[in-house]
């Protein structure tokens, strides 16, 4: 018999502890101003725990590649304070990669807000499509 999985996995518990604790070293330790409102929306690491990818947005997204470069000058800076509070063996090198994911959600909202708003400003539409099937309870009458 097989055993049941575990909630959460060693790596799922190690990449949100990377996450909680990159984000506070941002907000706290890092004095680069070419670092402005950034958000770290996820993590991932390696089974071997060797890489991370840091995935993050930013507010101001003409400040993007701005601060990318920032977030990779300060890796080894951040590497170092993850390694004095995490307690494994080895501590990953990150690579931050820029998460479009919530831009894109903002673009999808924006479509169906868009066709809603279509719909409702043509009422006769939504009527005729519902008009090509017949209604089956008349039938049975």
Known sequence: MAKAKKGFSRADRISEQIQRELAELIRKGLKD???????????EVTRDYSHAKVFYTVMDDSKREITQE??????GYLRNGIGKVLQIFT????????DDSIA?????SRLIDDVVAGSAANPDAD???????????ADKA
């Open 33 to 43: 101003p070419r670092v402005g409102w950034v958000t770290i929306t996820a993590v």
């Open 70 to 75: 920032a977030l990779e000058s300060a890796a």
């Open 127 to 137: 009527a005729a499509a519902g008009d090509d099937e017949p209604d089956e309870g």
């Open 91 to 98: 501590t990953p090198q990150l690579h931050f990669v820029y």
């Open 104 to 108: 894109r959600g903002v673009y999808m």
